[in-house]
């Protein structure tokens, strides 16, 4: 689409590079700023250029002017300008791997689409259906965000994203990276629904098994993230009993979007479950 009131466009080389002006609006991927009409941007900010490795491990070489190391903890840095289709070549575990490559097939874009659209941009448009937003709070991932005074700050990415299209994100505040931390040999479940075999995601549920505990993460039928824990002897329909807003758009109806996520979230937790007995 061609953005009629944008009137200019930036290659940032450097930090200093991102501090904006009123009207100029960062972009990475692109696909979803050139999809839509943006009326109130008038200039755009490349965040590509920056040259941020598509994945960082602990110990690998990066280009000048970039800080060396990563926090203690850190498995795993995943640029926010990382596209879609490089996160799933990233140096994921076996069992992560095929976690990332679901979540990456959850949203339907097409292989075109994954080649452009990066993590942080599908982070930072916040769709209750985001395969990024699912697939790193699963993950326990944390959001690295530059403040415009030069620091940087950390939350979770289910603090990170507040409803539909909302963010924590101040302005002149930029997405870095998403840190994902160690899992070891912790082992993943997924499950998906639409109301169509190839319709909008209605509901994702993806569990992770902490030794006897089950950090459920539900997406796509919620507004936000949601994060529970699901102990050996608690019930995941009952405690998803107590969530009061579900999400309604044409994707599903809340009542159905509450019926069909309690369903999977009781075979997510069997699944896992009946692994560990394994």
Not at 114 to 119: D, G, M, P, S
Not at 125 to 150: K, N, Q, R, Y
Not at 202 to 208: K, M, P, T
Not at 230 to 258: E, I, K, N, Q
Request: glycine share 10%; with cysteine.
């Amino acid at each position: 689409m061609d953005l009629t009131t944008v009137t200019s466009y930036r290659h940032a080389r450097e930090r200093g590079d991102l501090r904006l002006v009123p009207g100029e609006a960062v972009v990475a991927g692109g696909t979803w700023v050139f999809s839509t009409p943006q009326p109130s941007t008038t200039g755009l900010v490349d965040l590509t250029t920056l040259g941020w490795p598509a994945w960082e491990t602990p110990g690998s070489g990066l280009p000048d002017g970039l800080p060396e190391g990563l926090p203690e903890g850190v498995a795993l840095r995943v640029a926010a300008t990382c596209t879609v289709t490089q996160v799933q070549d990233a140096p994921w575990s076996s069992e992560v791997a095929s976690l990332v490559r679901s979540c990456a097939e959850a949203f339907l874009m097409s292989f075109k689409i994954q080649r452009l659209a990066t993590v942080g941009g599908n982070l930072c448009l916040a769709l209750p259906a985001g395969a990024m937003i699912s697939l790193f709070a699963a993950l326990g991932a944390e959001v690295v965000v530059w403040t415009p005074d030069g620091d940087e700050r950390r939350e979770s990415v289910e603090s990170f994203v507040r409803g539909p299209g909302r963010t924590s994100l101040a302005p002149g505040e930029v997405v870095r990276a998403l840190d994902v931390p160690d899992h070891g040999a912790a082992r993943f479940a997924f499950r998906r629904t639409s109301l169509a075999a190839l319709g909008r995601s209605a509901s994702v549920v993806v569990g992770r098994l902490d030794r006897d505990v089950v950090r459920l993460v539900v997406t796509a039928a919620t507004p936000r993230p949601l994060v529970l824990s699901v102990g050996p002897d608690d019930d995941p329909a009952a405690l998803l009993g107590a969530v009061d807003h579900w999400y309604d758009d044409p994707h599903g109806a809340p009542d159905w979007r509450a019926a069909v996520t309690a369903t999977l979230a009781a075979q997510v937790c069997a699944e896992l479950r009946a692994e560990a007995v394994g």
